[in-house]
């Protein structure tokens, strides 16, 4: 990555971030849910990249709105 970004488009570019993170943890989830009586096993792949998302979320939060999610 070259290219230079000022802090305003930087900050936009995290906040899409955390919007795509947050759709992919809820189609994780209801996928995990969904598959949890037929497919046991894909449940918990999915389960697993549910809880990878909602990592990454925190993550996001805590650098865009600092303090404000209480551990």
Known sequence: MTDVVDSDELLRRMHRARACALEEERSWRARS?????????????????????EAVLRVLDEVLTPGRRAR
Do not use: F
Request: charged share 35%.
């Open 33 to 53: 849910e969904a598959l949890r009586a037929t497919d046991p096993e894909g449940s918990r792949e999915a389960a697993v990249r549910t809880m990878a998302y």
